[in-house]
């Protein structure tokens, strides 16, 4: 079995075989790691109880970090969806905000998350997926199903460009994320295999040129609030896409332009803190971590 780089390339395979994105992939990772299906289906449990862990643990584990740039910012968002007189989000938006933020500051504490696809993106996938699940009631095989495809979304883009910031800036990190959440979007609300890759370009391409310009160095400013912002974003690429919306640029070409743009981003803005938001005034007073 070929392995499989790019989204024309996977959208043939599901035509031929008929079947959906994550079924393709389950059984191109199966053979890969020369494990079976049900191992490698297994293993995205073990990634998804993680994530569920680590929305209860940011919800629960709290207080202001070192720095006292976070660490109770997940409690005021929850305290205001709660109350659905004041909020204009309903319920399902604020837990995908909320959780987004906890376990990005469950992250910020040296907590356990699942790195997806990095550290620095780790709310928006956990956030997107548990929130759907328990507003829609989806069991875990299907939450896995839609975990297996954002797997394949991500693989396929870490295939063309790298995913890190101090390479190709947070629209490789946090943008990467948002673009795996849309696809599991759709995969959970039943949309076709073309509109789970229309999400997750839709959500990249409209994400490009985002800078990684870090406040002391730290996974904190504003890396945590990113987290659910690009959250939310990855629910707007999945609405377009499920009402037929595409992007009119093929995914693919996407990627290489999202490329690009971190090629030709400054150095200064790509993880160092040494250009954006890291060289503000006010930024330039907070003392790093040792």
């Known amino acids: 079995m070929k392995n499989i780089v790019t989204f024309q390339r ?19 990772e199966s053979y890969m790691l020369e494990r079976s299906i049900e191992d490698v289906r297994q293993l995205m449990k073990r990634n998804l109880n993680v994530m569920a862990a680590s929305v209860r ?23 205001r969806y709660q109350n659905p007189n004041k909020s204009a989000f309903n319920p399902l938006l604020g837990k995908i905000l909320t959780y987004a933020v906890a376990v990005s500051e469950e992250n910020q504490r040296m907590g356990r998350v699942v790195a997806c696809p990095t550290a620095g993106a780790c709310g928006i996938m956990p956030s997107v997926l548990i929130a759907y699940a328990e507003e829609y009631g989806f069991n875990e095989e299907e939450q896995v199903n839609a975990l297996i495809t954002a797997g394949a979304i991500g693989k396929i883009i870490a295939q063309q460009m790298e995913l890190a910031g101090a390479v190709g800036g947070c629209q490789a990190e946090c943008g990467v994320a948002s673009a795996m959440a849309a696809g599991a979007v759709v995969e959970l609300m039943g949309g076709t295999n073309e509109q789970i ?34 959250a939310i974003h990855a629910v707007t690429a999945s609405e377009m896409a ?16 999202v490329k690009q743009v971190g090629v030709l981003m400054s150095p200064l803005l790509k ?8 060289i503000t005034e006010t930024a330039k007073k907070v003392v790093p971590q040792p």
């Open 57 to 79: 643990d940011g919800l629960s584990h709290y207080g202001p970090s070192p720095s006292g740039m976070s660490g109770e910012l997940a409690q005021k968002i929850l305290r």
């Open 242 to 257: 499920l009402a037929g919306v595409e992007s009119f640029i093929p995914p693919d070409e996407v990627v290489k332009a």
């Open 10 to 28: 996977l959208l043939e395979e599901t035509r031929s075989s008929n079947k959906r994105i994550y079924e393709v992939f389950q059984e191109l």
């Open 197 to 230: 890759v229309h999400a997750a370009t839709l959500a990249l391409k409209n994400i490009m040129g985002l800078v990684c310009d870090p406040v002391a160095g730290l996974v904190e400013v504003p890396c945590i609030k990113r987290n659910g912002f690009l």
């Open 271 to 278: 993880e160092n803190s040494e250009g954006g938001l890291a």
